[in-house]
C-alpha cells in the first residue's frame, strides 16, 4: 500500500512543500524564487522608507513634542562617565538595570562621535541586523516573511523614542536568541543569556523551549552566561546588584495598568497622592499605591504560576510554540509590571515578529493589537504625556485604550497559546492506492533507519506541519 494524494494515485502531498513519488521517493516542490524576490525588495524599500522618517524625526528635522534625547546625552552620558571610573553609578537612584547593561552604556563610546550620535549609530546597526535576521528566517522552508513586515511597521510607530533608549539593543538579542533556539540551543540560551544580565527580559523567552535536549542545552547556556558575565562585572567593579535595593521603594509608573484606577480616583478627586520623578520615572506616590503593588506582584505571580502549568501539561508542539510561548509570558510580565515604559513596546513587537516568522503560529491576532497600540504609546508619550501626569481625559483615554489593548493582547494571548496545545494533531487528507506489483524496499535513509528517524523527529520540531506529517 502507498500513500498519495486524492485524485493523483501514486503521489503524496506534505503542508511542508514536498511531494513522494511512488518511484522516486521525495520530490522537493521548488520555491518562487521571484515571488520572493519580489517581497525582499518590497521589503528593503519599506525598511529604508520607514528608518528614514525615523531618522528624521531622530534628529529633530521633523519634530514631535517634546525632546526625548535627554536620557541619552545627559543620564546615559553621565552614567558612561561614571562607569569608566570603574563603578557602577551608586549614587544615582535612576540606575534601575542589571550590571549587563553597563556593557551597553559603555558601547557608544567606542565610536569616534559624539555619545549621542554613536548612541542613534549603534541603535540603526542593531535594527539593521535585527531585520536582516527575520528576513533570513522568513526564507527558511515553512516560514513567512509577516514577522519581517511587523518589524518595518512597528518599530517607527514607536516614534523618536525608540533609538533614544538601549531597549532595541536588547531585543534584537533577544529575536536572534529565539530564532537560533530550536537548531542551535546553545547559541540560543547563551544570547537569552546575554541578555537577561542586560534587562532580566530576555530570560522569559525560555518559558517555551521542548522538553529534553533543547531545554537542557539552552538554559545551561543562558544560565553560564548570564551568571558567569555577572560574577566578572561584579568582581570588576563596584556595586553591581546595587540596583535590586531601590526597587522596593518604588511606586507606581504614570503608564502602567495599576495607574489606571488611580488616575481616574485623581480626575473625580478622590485620590490626593502625588506624581513625581521617582527611581527614574514618573511615578504616583500616596494612598492605595502599596495594595496596588501587592496586586500586580500577586498577578505576576499567577501569570507565571499558570505558564509553569501549561509548560507541564502541553500536549503538542508545533515550530511555532517555542515563540508562541515567549511573547505570551513577555505580555504576562508586561501588564502586570509596576512600570510600562514607552519602550517596552519594542519588546513585544520583537517577539511577535518572531512569531510571525512561522505560518503556523496562533498569535496572529495579538500581534495585530500590539502594533495597534503602538502609535498609541506614541501619543500618550511624549505628546500627551502632560495630559498623562496630570490625569487629565484626553491623556488618560489614550492611555486607557493602549492598556486595555495590552491587556486583551495578554489575555488572547495565553488563550490561544493553550488551545493551540491541546488537541489531537490534524492528519493530512490522503488516499490509499494499492500498488500493483510488490516493490523491494530500498533504504530511505544512508544511515541506520531507527538512527536516521529519530533525528529527523528532532529535527522536525522546528517544522511547522511535521506533526501533522508523522
Not at 7 to 22: F, L, M, Q, V, Y
Not at 83 to 96: E, R
Not at 233 to 250: I, S, T, V, Y
Not at 345 to 352: M, S
Amino acid at each position: 500500500m502507498e500513500l498519495a494524494q486524492a485524485g493523483k494515485p501514486g503521489r503524496s502531498s506534505s503542508a511542508d512543500g514536498h511531494s513522494t513519488d511512488a518511484a522516486t521517493g521525495p520530490v522537493p516542490v521548488p520555491a518562487a524564487p521571484r515571488a520572493a524576490g519580489g517581497a525582499l525588495w518590497a521589503l528593503g524599500a519599506g525598511w529604508v522608507a520607514s528608518r528614514t522618517l525615523l531618522l528624521l524625526m531622530v534628529t529633530g528635522v521633523i519634530r514631535l513634542m517634546g525632546d526625548v534625547s535627554t536620557d541619552v546625552w545627559v543620564i546615559y552620558h553621565g552614567w558612561y562617565g561614571v562607569l569608566q571610573t570603574g563603578t557602577f553609578p551608586l549614587d544615582d537612584v535612576t540606575w534601575q538595570y542589571p550590571p549587563g547593561a553597563a556593557l551597553v552604556i559603555m558601547l557608544p563610546g567606542l565610536l569616534p562621535w559624539s555619545y549621542l550620535v554613536s548612541f542613534w549609530v549603534v541603535c540603526g546597526v542593531v535594527d539593521a541586523l535585527t531585520m536582516g535576521l527575520l528576513l533570513r528566517a522568513g526564507l527558511r522552508r515553512g516560514r513567512s516573511f509577516t514577522g519581517a513586515w511587523v518589524w518595518v511597521a512597528g518599530v517607527p510607530l514607536l516614534g523618536p523614542m525608540i533609538y533614544n533608549r538601549y531597549d532595541i539593543l536588547v531585543t534584537a538579542l533577544c529575536v536572534a536568541g529565539l530564532l537560533a533556539l530550536l537548531r542551535r540551543p546553545a547559541i540560543g540560551g547563551m544570547l537569552l543569556g546575554l541578555g537577561g544580565i542586560i534587562k532580566i527580559w530576555p530570560l522569559l523567552a525560555l518559558v517555551g523551549t521542548p522538553s529534553g535536549r533543547r531545554t537542557r542545552r539552552s538554559w545551561t547556556a543562558a544560565a553560564a552566561t548570564a551568571g558567569s558575565l555577572g560574577f566578572l562585572l561584579a568582581a570588576g567593579m563596584n556595586g553591581a546588584f546595587e540596583f535590586l535595593m531601590f526597587q522596593k521603594d518604588r511606586g507606581i509608573e504614570v503608564e502602567s495598568l495599576g495607574a489606571m484606577p488611580l488616575h481616574f480616583a485623581r480626575m473625580a478627586g478622590a485620590w490626593d497622592g502625588q506624581v513625581k520623578m521617582n527611581y527614574g520615572s514618573t511615578e504616583m506616590l500616596g494612598p492605595w499605591v502599596g495594595v496596588i503593588s501587592k496586586v500586580m506582584v500577586a498577578g505576576t505571580l499567577a501569570g507565571f504560576a499558570w505558564l509553569l502549568f501549561w509548560r507541564l501539561t502541553t500536549k503538542r508542539r508545533t515550530a511555532a510554540t517555542t515563540y508562541d510561548a515567549a511573547l505570551a509570558a513577555l505580555l504576562v510580565f508586561t501588564v502586570t509590571s509596576r512600570v510600562i515604559s514607552p519602550q517596552y513596546l519594542v519588546w513585544l513587537v520583537g517577539v511577535a515578529a518572531v512569531c510571525l516568522t512561522v505560518r503556523g503560529t496562533s498569535q496572529r491576532p495579538v500581534a495585530v493589537l500590539i502594533l495597534i497600540a503602538t502609535p498609541l504609546t506614541t501619543l500618550e508619550f511624549p505628546v500627551l504625556f502632560g495630559q498623562v501626569t496630570g490625569s487629565h481625559p484626553w491623556g488618560v483615554i489614550v492611555l486607557g485604550l493602549r492598556n486595555l489593548l495590552l491587556l486583551a493582547a495578554a489575555v488572547l494571548s495565553c488563550v490561544r497559546l493553550w488551545r493551540s496545545t491541546r488537541g489531537p494533531v490534524a492528519a493530512p487528507t490522503v488516499v490509499l492506492v494499492p500498488v500493483a506489483e510488490p516493490a523491494a524496499v530500498t533504504a530511505a535513509y544512508p544511515v541506520r533507519p531507527g538512527i536516521a528517524y529519530e533525528q529527523d523527529l528532532l529535527d522536525g520540531i522546528d517544522r511547522p506541519t511535521a506533526g501533522a506529517e508523522r
